[in-house]
């Protein structure tokens, strides 16, 4: 390829609206362009980068046994309400109607189109285990697209599913896929973590999500360096401290708190309690199985609720604060002074759950439901009818390991580039996809799923490998092998040894760029760099000599090479 008929539309200026590093050399190397907001066009270079991790993508599937499917982008409505998630996916789904008014949707997934094939053409479990493929085009409607590719509403992803006559089956298939995702990541020079997610709308019973750690990422990962322990955020959890509390009184003992609004204010207050002895009280409306149902929350006054965990932890689809005057329906008070003692004689249909801080905690303060008043003495065991227990506080770094006994968590931000499922039965249900199995019985068949982002892979890349002059391609990903640079285009020695070796660089089978753009050296020095190309060959004045320039992108070394010698010397790295 001839950089002077090839397209690549360099920047020298950051783009003024991108705020990540991947966001901003992207552009500026020419791999994209935006259209609107959270849609991009690949130009040259960044289709020749997506072709090259799609084809990783594709290796690394096909080699646990997947087979590659295409299916349609555009769905029937029909399906997507067998399965329910046609109501309980909101405005993140692009609808549209067809022509003859029939609801349709493109795919942000594709759980229910593969389970219609796998209902209508599977029937034993003599068909079973089978592993399903795509890399094909997502739409999802994010309400608010940034960061370049990481947040976008469409883009390429691969997507996997399995199907198992039984758990173990599906056992098998998801570390099958988890150890493709080490290899496809690991040849894409990205460092990452497995964490454990939440599996959101999606459903299921775990999840495992793959994390590149980097500044530009929107998830936050929690740690332990001593065990290896990773969670995301929204399902992490923390060791407690032991706490022996004083036995208090023998019953709550009722005190006016008059202007005491927050948690806050009553450790101030006199005779009020530090926030670790307090009860935090929050009142919110589950969305259950379509049903609007009020839930009280309690939580130590010093911690703080991560609503993801609420809302998987009630298996909820969505959850929302309830409003003051729900709160004062429920418990005859405000907001400032509400407690769980007495909330199930005043609301029987009141749920009550409990973050797993609170257990066994004697001694404790909270509001009295009733206006400016609190109670103190509270034994959560005796005073407070917990329907649930659960995690649902905020882990904060600093806090101990809840894997071992010695680590402290650290938090820091992932950026998200794979996700894995084990979905078990709750497309097969839903849907009706049935095998018999060895005993003849119709069972539902036991699904995983697991996806890649093209988009979010090309970004993670280029946040871990990068420096001030550009991107660094990793050779598994690089648009070209080499460039092969002619300094000085108005002298023709130069010019002919370039072509020379651009040929002879080719026919050893590299991929390779020839500047032959009459710029000076130093533009297309810069040009060269940042666009990341692993290495450059100059060719200057001692080329007469039989001798040009080898430059490494990563290691920025250069060394001078006899022209003999090149191919060997860029294989030689090549491997390294
Ligand atoms: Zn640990």
Redesign the pocket.
Known sequence: MRWSRYFIPTLREDPADAEVISHKLLLRAGVIRQLSAGIYSFLPLGQRIALKVMQILREEMNAIGGQEFYLPALHPAELWQESGRWDAIGDEMFRLKDRKGTDMCLGMTHEEVFTAIARNEIRSYKQLPQVWYQIQLKFRDEARPKSGLMRIRTFIMKDAYTFDVDREGLDKSFIDQREAYKKIFSRCAIEFLIVEASSGAMGGTESNEFMARTPAGEDLIVN??????AANLEKATSGLAAIDDEPGPAAPEEFPTPGVRTIEDLTTFPGGAESSRQIKSLVFVATIDGEARPVLVLLRGDHQLHETKLTDSLRATAVRPAHPEEIRDLLGASAGSLGGVGAKTRSPKLRIVADAALKNRRNMTTGANKDDHHLRGVDIARDIPVDEWFELRTVEAGEG???????T?EVFKGMEIGHIFKLGTKYSESMGATVLNQDGKPVPIVMGSYGIGVERIISATVEQNHDDDGIIWPRSLAPFDVVVTITNMKQDDLRQAGEKLYHELQQAGLEVLLDDRDERAGVKFKDADLIGIPHRVTIGKKVNDGVVELFNRRTKKTDDVRISDVVAAIRQDLQD
Do not use: F, H
């Open positions: 332990c360096a001593n065990c290896g322990y390991c809840p894997n071992c006994e010695t680590g968590l």
